[in-house]
């Protein structure tokens, strides 16, 4: 599967973002999916990850209660809605696919990438 992740930009703090990720391939709904994120100077982190329904997420406790991800299963795109954004939400943000049984927080389970989107926050 090939992931295309767009949305990113600059906002101001408190304000809010919708990051999309688009899979080629008609196998999208196999695939758990998450967001990671890197900021500069920093590993690449865990942020979200979604079932395959969509029924179950797992968050990172940074992001707890502001960030909110879903999937279109029709659609082939995996969202990372992101409200009350902080300075220290700056990154490029990844999206990744997993072909793991259970939604995953561990960057190794991912197996396919895509390119990350920059999100820029000012304070």
């Known amino acids: 599967v090939q992931l295309q992740a767009s949305g990113g930009g600059l906002v101001q703090a408190g304000g809010s973002l919708r990051l999309s990720c688009a899979a080629s391939?008609?196998?999208?709904?196999?695939?758990?999916m998450g967001w990671f994120r890197r900021a500069p100077g920093k590993e690449r982190e865990f942020v979200a990850a979604i079932s395959r329904s969509g029924g179950s997420t797992v968050y990172a406790d940074s992001v707890k209660g502001r960030f909110t991800i879903s999937r279109d299963n029709a659609k082939n795109t995996v969202y990372l809605q992101m409200n009350s954004l902080k300075p220290e939400d700056a990154a490029v943000y990844y999206c990744?696919?997993?072909?793991?049984?259970?939604?995953?927080?561990?960057?190794?389970?991912?197996?396919?990438w895509g390119q990350g989107t920059l999100v820029t926050v000012s304070s």
């Open positions: 391939g008609r196998t999208f709904s196999t695939y758990l």
């Open positions: 990744g696919a997993d072909q793991s049984l259970r939604v995953s927080n561990y960057e190794s389970d991912y197996d396919y």
